[in-house]
């Protein structure tokens, strides 16, 4: 089992619709969690933290649920903008530091 | 100028060569970071080092060799390129909070 899996997608959605992805991770020793984006060959860039009691950062809102262990990434209104692909990555207690990157999902917005 | 520049952008080599990525930051981070990517792969570490004198295998570090010759360079050797080496190459830095990385622009690499 991947220790962090995802969706590959695509997720293809229209302007302004809302999507959401969810990631699991298999170490419930999970400390720290993001969200990166990465447009088409280009660098990943983190997008946000994700926090236990879920935050939210304008059009995007992270969850976070320990018990199922998975992580969850919603963006409402969609722009042409967020067509990327959005990697889940997770750290844990003894590897302080040291992220682990799901293989990512892939969203493509259309007109 | 970027937080995180590598060099070369783009290199194609042939079977055998030995060649070397190189990365260096303005950061004043002390933790660096190589990662290889592949489709349908993601990011995998190859060797990470928190200080000049503190260097670690990643989960993908055979054929490949790294120098942090300060605290803001860290470069990655490949001593004998083989085509199953080619692949997108990423280094990253963080701070001690672990608070996210930043990431260089990337060397795409190709071993023909």
């Known amino acids: 089992r991947k220790e962090v899996e995802q969706d590959p997608g695509p997720f293809n959605v229209p302007e302004g619709a809302t999507v959401a992805f969810n990631c699991t991770y298999s170490?419930?020793?999970?400390?720290?969690f993001f969200w990166y984006r990465q447009d088409c060959r280009k660098e990943p860039k983190l997008l946000m933290s994700v926090y236990s009691s879920g935050n939210e950062d304008g059009r995007f809102t992270a969850q976070l649920n320990r018990a199922s262990q998975y992580i969850s990434l919603l963006i409402r209104d969609s722009k042409l903008s967020d067509s990327a692909t959005y990697l889940c990555?997770?750290?844990?207690?003894?590897?302080?530091?040291?992220?682990?990157f799901g293989t990512g999902t892939r969203l493509q917005v259309t007109l | 100028d970027a937080d995180v520049t590598q060099t070369p952008r783009n290199r194609i080599t042939k079977t055998g060569k030995r060649i070397m990525l190189e990365c260096s930051q303005t950061?004043?981070?002390?933790?660096m970071y190589w990662y290889r990517q592949d489709p349908g792969l993601g990011l995998r570490l190859i060797y990470y080092s928190f200080d000049v004198k503190d260097i670690n295998k990643g989960e993908i570090s055979d054929g490949y060799s790294v120098s942090r010759q300060a605290q803001a360079k860290f470069s990655l050797s490949l001593e004998s390129a083989i085509p199953n080496q080619t692949a997108l190459y990423f280094c990253a830095t963080s701070d001690s909070s672990a608070y996210g990385y930043t990431f260089g622009s990337g060397t795409r690499l190709t071993v023909v």
């Open positions: 950061k004043g981070h002390d933790r």
């Open positions: 170490n419930s020793a999970s400390q720290s």
């Open positions: 990555v997770v750290s844990w207690s003894g590897t302080a530091s040291k992220l682990t």
